[in-house]
C-alpha cells in the first residue's frame, strides 16, 4: 500500500507540473514575420493565434481588418478542433489504463 500511495504523490506532483507547465505556455507570446515582415503573427507559447498583422500593401486596405479578423478566428477554430481531435486520441490510448483521475498527459 505504501508504493501506490507514493506512485499517487509522485503522479499529483507530475500533473501539478504539467498544469503549470501549460499555465506558462498560455502567458508567452512570440511573434513570427513572413515576406519581409509584411505578415506579422503573434502565437501563444500553445501555438493560439492572438494577432496578425499584413501589410496594406497586399491587400484592398478598407478590407484590412475585416481580413485579419477571418484569419484569427479561421486559425483559432482549427486549433480547437485539432485539440480537440489529440484528447480524444489521448483518452482512447489512455483507456483501460490505471491512472488517477483528472490525471492529464499533454
Do not use: C, H, Y
Not at 486596405?61 to 486520441?89: H, S, T, W
Amino acid at each position: 500500500m505504501k508504493d501506490i500511495m507514493g506512485l499517487m504523490k509522485q503522479a499529483q506532483a507530475m500533473q501539478q507540473k504539467l498544469q503549470d507547465a501549460q499555465a506558462e505556455l498560455d502567458t508567452l507570446e512570440v511573434e513570427g514575420t513572413a515576406g519581409g515582415g509584411v505578415v506579422t503573427v503573434k502565437v501563444s507559447g500553445k501555438g493560439n493565434l492572438k494577432a496578425i498583422s499584413i501589410d496594406p500593401s497586399l491587400m484592398n486596405p478598407d478590407e484590412k481588418e475585416i481580413l485579419e479578423d477571418l484569419i484569427v478566428a479561421a486559425m483559432n477554430d482549427a486549433r480547437g478542433k485539432a485539440d480537440r481531435a489529440a484528447q480524444e486520441r489521448m483518452e482512447s490510448l489512455t483507456k483501460g489504463l490505471p491512472l488517477p483521475p483528472g490525471l492529464k498527459l499533454f
